[in-house]
Structures are given as structure tokens and as C-alpha cells.
């Protein structure tokens, strides 16, 4: 096999001199600005993460939900933005904080409430909580509770993906606190090596569990991991739902067409612990604010809705009406129905090969 080409790593950051004015508006000309449908579409499917993720940490705190449950509120934009790049019959998996990952790849909001309650209806039949429920009619290929093993799982869909002629692409999600695990690199070498289609997406809130990503890796930047292995990274603004697009598009583009992975690193943030269990007293509150205040990817792209007219304050208002009676229902929804029978302990434990 010829040898790879030497990697191209770039830095582009939504909140960059290149992608802003002074006062932080956005610039036309470096990140397009979508119709007024498009920017609804976000905006709701954001909201609808946000306010499901709230409604999940109350129902924890009633003792509704057992056993983990890792929420996904900040982070909102990587994932609305990314699921904006890809079509039918591509795949995605990622690691336990995976709510978001499943509502943005269009999984009914009753089911995965359901399962997260451990409920007969849920996704995974009330077997596997928070942390691992699956939906191949949707793509979707799991949460998964060890830490960087989604990352070689998704180079195999994206193997299989190439086998099979598919012409699809693997969207692997993974945190900074899992880029250190050595896993993680043979997938990469692998994936390199045999020109798979996936783009390896690094959600980098800053906080590996309670670890500051400072104490934890050399290098706080993480997009050029995979030059050893030739793959091309980018670091992105995964705060802002159009540069995680724009990126998401070029990324796809380069695994699609047969180049090989890519790597983009989403600079993004959690606002609550790494789980429900965590005070997250390694950060101030006023980081968090500052965070929330400053770069919150919802408000943001609110601002951009009211300031392009693509809606108003009242139209804005009645899709959270809407996104709030979805996540009753499905709250509702997952209260009302029957846990699994005994019996199913015994059952989805072994594949017929």
C-alpha cells in the first residue's frame, strides 16, 4: 500500500477573528447563514435536547431513573450540528452521555424516556438504562459505558460500511477524558490504514470525569492527534450549531469520498457534573456562568434567529411550548408503562451465529 500523505491540521473556531466581528457577530461571509426553516429546525432540536435532558434530572432526583445517568446540557450544538451532515443509512455511536446523540438521530423522546426509567417500552426493553440503548432503524449504535471503547466499535461500522459498499459514513463521538486510551489510537491506525469512513468526533468539555483536561493530556488541543496516522483534524467552536455544521460538512465530505477519517475536536462544555453523583466542585460557579452567559449555544443561535427575522420573540416562545408538552408526554409516557417481566433477564443475552 503507497504511503499516506502528510496531514493537513487546521484551526477554524466559530468564535475565531476569521468567524466573528468585534462584539461577536457573526460573519456572513465565513460560516453561511441557513434559511429561516433550517435555523428553526436547529433551534428546536436543541431545545428539545435541553429541555429532555431537565426533565431527566428531575425524574432522577424523584428516584424515576436508576443507576447513572450522564446529561448532556451545553453541549447541544456538536451534536444538532452534526446530524445536519449526514443522510439515511449513515451510522452513529458514542459513549454514556448519549440522550442527545438519540433524539437528534430522530428516536421517539417516549422511548428513550422509557428506557432510561427502565421500562417494557423503552429502547432496549428496560435492560440497558441510560447508558446503552440501541436503534438500528435509526442508525443510532449505542451509548457505551467503558470509556473509548465506542471508538474502535465505530471503526468497525465504518468497516463494514466500506465491505459492504455502502457509500455511508461512521460518526464516532468521544470525549477528551477518553483521547488518552490506547484503544483509541489502534482505531485510528486502523481506520487511516484502510481508508475507513469515519470521522472521529472529539467532545471536548474541558472535564474527563473530575479531571481538568491541563492535568490530564500535554497537549490541551486534541484535533491533531491522528497526524501520526495522516488523518486531517480540525478544532471547531462546538458551541455554535452553523460551525459545527460547516465542519461537519467538510469532515463527512473527506470520509465520504474515500480519503479516509478525519478528526474534529468540538470546544464545548457541560454545565452540570460529569453525572448526576458529581457536585463538580473542581470549577467555580463562576466559570460555569461565565460559559452559560457568554457562549450558551441555544441563546446564541436565538440571537442570530430574532437578528436574521426568521422568527420572533412569540414565535420563539410557542416552539418551547411545543418542545415542553413533547417532554411531558414522553415523561407521562415512561411513568405509565410496565416494567420489564422477570423473565427478560434471561432474554437478548446470547446472538444466534
Known amino acids: ?162 465491505y459492504l459498499d455502502e457509500n455511508a459514513v461512521c460518526l464516532t463521538y468521544f470525549g477528551d477524558g477518553a483521547v488518552n486510551q490506547g484503544q483509541v489510537y489502534e482505531a485510528f491506525n486502523m481506520g487511516a490504514l484502510w481508508h475507513l469512513p469515519v470521522v472521529y468526533i472529539i467532545e471536548n468539555n474541558k472535564y474527563g470525569m473530575g479531571t481538568s483536561i491541563e492535568r490530564a493530556s500535554a497537549r490541551t488541543d486534541l484535533y491533531h492527534r491522528g497526524l501520526p496516522y495522516g488523518i486531517p483534524g480540525q478544532q471547531v467552536d462546538g458551541m455554535d450549531v452553523l460551525a459545527v455544521r460547516q465542519a461537519g460538512e467538510k469532515a463527512v465530505a473527506h470520509a465520504r469520498s474515500g480519503k479516509g477519517p478525519y478528526i474534529l475536536e468540538m470546544l464545548t462544555y457541560r454545565y452540570r457534573g460529569h453525572s448526576m453523583s458529581d457536585p463538580a466542585k473542581y470549577r467555580s460557579k463562576e466559570e460555569v456562568q461565565k460559559v452559560r452567559q457568554e457562549r450558551d449555544p441555544i441563546e446564541r443561535l436565538r440571537a442570530l434567529i430574532l437578528e436574521q427575522g426568521a422568527a420572533d420573540e412569540a414565535g420563539l416562545k410557542e416552539i418551547d411550548r411545543e418542545v415542553k408538552a413533547i417532554i411531558s408526554e414522553a415523561a407521562e409516557f415512561a411513568q405509565n408503562s410496565p416494567e420489564p417481566d422477570p423473565s427478560e433477564l434471561y432474554t437478548d443475552v446470547y446472538a444466534e451465529a
Open 1 to 162: 500500500m503507497a504511503a499516506r500523505k502528510s496531514s493537513k491540521v487546521e484551526t477554524k473556531t466559530g468564535s475565531s477573528a476569521r468567524g466573528r466581528k468585534a462584539g461577536g457577530k457573526r460573519t456572513p461571509a465565513a460560516i453561511p447563514v441557513p434559511d429561516a426553516a433550517q435555523l428553526l429546525y436547529y433551534y428546536r432540536e436543541m431545545l428539545l435536547i435541553r429541555r429532555f435532558e431537565e426533565k431527566a434530572g428531575q425524574m432522577y432526583g424523584m428516584g424515576l431513573i436508576g443507576g447513572f445517568c450522564h446529561l448532556y446540557i451545553g453541549q447541544e450544538a456538536v451534536v444538532v450540528g452534526m446530524q445536519a451532515t449526514i443522510r439515511q443509512g449513515d451510522t452513529v455511536i458514542t459513549s454514556y452521555r448519549d440522550h442527545g446523540h438519540m433524539l437528534a438521530c430522530g428516536m421517539d423522546p417516549k422511548g428513550v424516556m422509557a428506557e432510561l426509567t427502565g421500562r417494557r417500552s423503552g429502547y432496549s426493553k428496560g435492560k440497558g438504562g441510560s447508558m446503552h440503548m440501541f436503534s438500528r432503524e435509526k442508525g443510532f449504535f449505542g451509548g457505551h459505558g467503558i470509556v473509548g471503547a465506542q471508538v474502535p466499535l465505530g471503526t468497525g461500522l465504518a468497516f463494514a460500511h466500506k
